[in-house]
């Protein structure tokens, strides 16, 4: 069975530019989160997805957005980017949105902003 | 709001000897699930083992085991018979039982000495 899949694995963009990326969940999964992990702030929720519809948000702005399809699979969008949003970008997909069903996480997606 | 505290930035244990990461956390709900995940250099979050509120039995998976304290509201992991392998940040998190979304600590890193 694979494995949470993220794409790409780095990349690197300059300010003000916008960057999009992606998240294959496991197979039969359903919800989809996203988090961000910077030596700073640590580990933060930023997003989850379940059936297409956005079910929970963490504390950031605007300029992050995410959407899911029919599939499952996700994308996060990042408009104007700042300095700051350099990070590890983590998806985790689980078979429901909540309960006990355990999150499994991808290898990430590391962002640079120069 | 649920937070969750990793108090030792850093540990080190010696092969084959036992080290115990500790982790507290707040909150009022009454039901909630307790993780600890595991960062390699790879960089992919992996579970390591997980503990329903309402059990009082303390989860353990092969050499991973956990000591759970609700009314102190303490969930500390023990690894036993440590390897090299076992080298990673290992982050405690917490779930509420209504919801997806995970609140981290700041993680441990734990560094294995041969």
């Known amino acids: 069975k694979a494995g949470v899949t993220q794409t790409p694995r780095y990349l690197i963009k300059t300010r003000g530019q916008q960057v999009t990326l992606s998240c294959s969940p496991i197979?039969?999964?359903?919800?989809v989160s996203w988090y961000q992990q910077t030596p700073g702030q640590g580990l933060q929720f930023l997003f989850e997805?379940?059936?297409?519809?956005?079910?929970n948000k963490g504390n950031f702005p605007g300029r992050f957005s995410g959407r899911q399809f029919s599939n499952s699979r996700s994308e996060m969008n990042v408009s104007t980017l700042e300095l700051g949003d350099s990070a590890l970008y983590l998806c985790a997909s689980s078979s429901y949105n909540s309960g006990a069903n355990v999150l499994t996480f991808g290898a990430g997606s590391r962002l640079t902003v120069l | 709001a649920q937070t969750v505290t990793q108090s030792q930035p850093e540990m080190s244990v010696q092969e084959a000897e036992t080290v115990t990461l500790s982790c507290t956390y707040d909150?009022?709900?009454?039901?909630?699930?307790l993780f600890w995940y595991k960062q390699p250099p790879s960089r992919q979050m992996i579970l390591v083992i997980r503990q329903e509120a309402y059990k009082q039995q303390n989860a353990t998976e092969n050499r991973f085991s956990v000591n759970f304290q609700k009314a102190a509201k303490s969930f500390s992991l023990k690894i036993s018979d440590s390897q090299l392998g076992d080298a990673a940040m290992y982050f405690c998190?917490?779930?509420?039982?209504?919801?997806?979304?995970?609140?981290f600590g700041t993680g441990t890193r734990l560094t294995v000495i041969p």
């Open positions: 909150t009022s709900e009454s039901d909630y699930y």
């Open positions: 998190a917490y779930k509420s039982a209504g919801a997806n979304n995970l609140f």
């Open positions: 197979s039969g999964h359903r919800s």
């Open positions: 997805y379940f059936s297409e519809t956005q079910r």
